[in-house]
């Protein structure tokens, strides 16, 4: 059985279908800080599965105790923490608080129940990204932008040092860029509580009427046209990512590291044209300053993981433009 932490959350509910999906056993633990209640409904009506879900922190010890004395888990998938650069800025203590004791509470839980499978949901804001692209696996890291970045450099560390220490004995780091899309029914799909700080749902939520346009932070980088270049992937490859890690931590002991982007770049206005396309609704938008701390060009290298894993991002832009908007449409207030 694979427990799933943070599986309520956006890449998190792809991920678990898809297990279940796949036939894995899946137990899953979330507190719901930053996701709803309804998404786990929805998600068993679409796998046509039960599986257990604790509504818990997973910095709690005596719950991580509960969850692994009633289930034989054999892997873990961390997808739980706080996840917005920005906001990181104004609440590091938070972030950190979050992101480390989670991960620390959650390699001593497994430690002391033998378990020693980890897939962990780590980011390309590890990186230094004034390195040049793309960005592979050995592109130095450190120097982040923000208190997000760092506190996801510094799980990575903890996870190397307990693997070292033999507390762990498999760890899967998973670097992913932009995920964007949503399942293809329109169920499931990316629902932030605020103000979106990410493009794909502002975009949404500007074509819904919930936004009265768009605001594109900088037309004057050195990019083709001006505006911000990011490696968007599909959250559905990104899932299948996560069975490919899974499969390939079977036999590979120590600590590996992929990036899961789709190994391309597209800039923002690239993204709002390919949406507009697939949408057939016209995305008012206005041009602003540069948003503090982004990087010009952000995209990946992904040849590591399609060679060790297999695994390569399928679907296009515009497949995930639609499926952002099939999710949207359906849902124009979230769950
Ligand atoms: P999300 O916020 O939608 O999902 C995270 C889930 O974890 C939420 O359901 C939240 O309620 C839960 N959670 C947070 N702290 C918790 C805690 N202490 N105990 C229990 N549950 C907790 O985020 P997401 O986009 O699905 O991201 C999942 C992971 O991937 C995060 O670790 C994030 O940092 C990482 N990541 C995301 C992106 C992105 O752009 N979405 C990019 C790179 C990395
Ligand atoms: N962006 C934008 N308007 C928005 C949100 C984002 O122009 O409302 C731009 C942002 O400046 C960046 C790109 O879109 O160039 C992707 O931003 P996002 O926050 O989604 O990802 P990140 O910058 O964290 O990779």
Not at 97 to 103: C, E, H, K
Not at 159 to 176: E, G, H, I, P
Not at 232 to 244: F, Q
Not at 275 to 288: D, H, L, N, Q
Request: some cysteine.
């Amino acid at each position: 059985m694979i427990l799933v932490t943070g599986g309520a959350g956006y890449i998190g509910s792809h991920t678990v279908l898809k297990l279940l999906e796949r036939g894995f056993d899946v137990a899953v633990a979330d507190n719901f800080i930053n996701s709803k209640t309804k998404v786990i409904e929805r998600m068993k009506k679409l796998a046509k599965r039960d599986f257990s879900f604790y509504e818990t922190d997973v910095r709690e010890k005596d719950q991580l105790d509960k969850i692994f004395s009633e289930n034989k888990i054999d892997l873990v998938i961390h997808f739980a923490g706080l996840k917005a650069p920005g906001e990181s800025v104004d609440k590091p203590l938070e972030y950190y608080a979050n992101n480390l004791d989670s991960t620390i509470a959650l390699t001593c839980a497994m430690n002391e129940h033998g378990v020693f499978k980890l897939v962990f949901s780590s980011s390309a804001a590890v990186y230094d990204l004034r390195s040049d692209m793309p960005l592979d696996e050995a592109s130095p890291t450190g120097n982040c932008a923000n208190p997000y970045g760092r506190s996801k450099r510094m799980c990575e560390q903890i996870l190397t040092d307990a693997v070292n220490a033999n507390k762990l004995r498999s760890v899967a780091l998973l670097r992913y860029f932009n995920p964007i899309g949503a399942h293809e029914s329109g169920q499931i799909g990316e629902d932030p509580q605020d103000t979106p700080n990410n493009l794909m749902p502002y975009i949404t939520q500007t074509a819904v009427g919930r936004r009265s346009r768009l605001y594109v932070y900088g037309n004057d980088y050195d990019t083709p046209d001006g505006t911000g270049v990011r490696d968007y992937i599909h959250v559905e490859d990104l899932a299948a990512g996560h069975i490919a890690a899974i499969e390939y931590l079977e036999n590979n002991h120590g600590v590996s590291v992929f990036n899961l982007g789709a190994g391309k770049g597209v800039s923002v206005m690239e993204l709002i044209c390919a949406f507009e396309k697939a949408s057939g609704v016209e995305i008012k938008t206005e041009f602003a300053a540069r948003r503090p701390g982004d990087s010009p060009i952000c995209y990946a290298s992904v040849d590591k993981a399609k060679t060790l894993l297999g695994w390569e991002a399928k679907k296009t832009i515009a497949e995930a433009c639609a499926d952002s908007w099939r999710w949207q449409k359906s849902n124009p207030n979230g769950y």
